[in-house]
DNA sequence: GTCCAGGTTCACG
DNA sequence: CGTGAACATGGA
C-alpha cells in the first residue's frame, strides 16, 4: 500500500471510464447537486464537494482534508460495470437512443433518508421545485459544514431526527404544502426506529417496498426511487408520469394503459436492471421536450 | 384564468 | 378492483 493513499487531501481523482457526470447528476434522482457551467458542487453526507469531469474519470475536490475516498466512489457506484448491465436489458429501438443519446448515465448510491425525504417532496413538483424546496429545507434545519469561501451549499439534508423535531407548521412555511405531514410522519417513524430504512437493503425487494409504501405519503412510485436511488435495488422501476407516456408511446403504440398495467409490463419485462432502463428513457424523455419548449434550469 | 408538475389518498361504483 | 377528485404551491 502506498503511503500516499492515506494521506489526507483536499483532492481526489476517481479512476473510471463510461460515467456521464452531467447526466448522471443532472437525471432528477438527486437534487442537491448545482453546475457551474463546469463542475457540479454538492453535499455528500457531511462533506461539501466539488466533481468535474476529467479524461481519465472524474476529479473531486472537497472542502476539509480526507484520507479515505470510499464514501464518494460509494456514492458514485463508479465500481460498477456498467457495459454489462446495460448488456442485460432488452433491445428496443427508443431504448437503444436514450442509451447511445445519455450513454454513461449511472445510477447513485443516496443516503436512504435524504432520497426517501426528497421525494415525499416530489410528488406533483416540478424538479426544478424540488430542488428549490429541497435547498430550503437543508438552508433552514441543517447543520453547517466546512465551506470553501463564497460557496453556497454549506449545509448537511437535514436527519430524520432533526425534521421529526420540528413541527408541522415548520415545514408548510417551506411551502411543502400537504407533502409537510407526510413527510413529518415519515420523519418520525424513521427517528424512532419504526422504519430501519438501512436494514431494507438486506431485503427482498418486495418487502422492502411494502415496508416503504406503510409510511403516509410514500406509495408505489417513491417507494420505487427509494428502492432504486438509494437501497440498490436496480430491478425497481419507478412509473411516474413521463414513463407513462415514454411506455404507452414506444411500447404500447400510443395505446391508453392504466399505471397499474405498466408496472407490471416493466416489472417483467425489463428485468434485473431495469431501473437503468427507466432512468435512461426517464432522462432521455425529459431532455427531448426541454430542447422543444426552452425552458429546464 | 387554466393546466400541469418524477403522486398519494380517499370515496364511490 | 377500477376510476376520479382533492390535496398546496408555483410556473408556463
Known sequence: MAFTEFTPRREFLVRVSDYNLDATLDSGQAFRWRFNGRSWTGVIGRRWVRLTPHSEGIHATTAAPTADWDWLTDYLRTQVSLGTILARLP????LSTAIQTHYGLRLLRQDPWECLASF???STKQIVQIKEIVDRLCTAYGD????????SMHKTFPSAQQIAAL?????RGLGMGFRAPYLMKAAQSVA???CAL????KQPVHIARSTLMELAGVGRKIADCVLLFALGFDEAFPVDVWMM??????????EPISRRRLIAFAETH??????????YLFHFARTQQAGQRSDEH
Open 120 to 122: 415525499i417532496l416530489s
Open 192 to 194: 424512532d426506529g419504526r
Open 270 to 279: 425489463f428485468g434485473c436492471y431495469g431501473g437503468y432502463a427507466q432512468q
Open 91 to 94: 433491445h428496443h429501438p427508443f
Open 245 to 254: 407516456k415514454t411506455l404507452q408511446s414506444h411500447w404500447f403504440a400510443n
Open 198 to 201: 438501512r436494514r431494507l437493503a
Open 167 to 171: 413541527k408541522e407548521s415548520e415545514l
Open 144 to 151: 453547517l459544514i466546512e465551506t470553501p469561501p463564497r460557496e
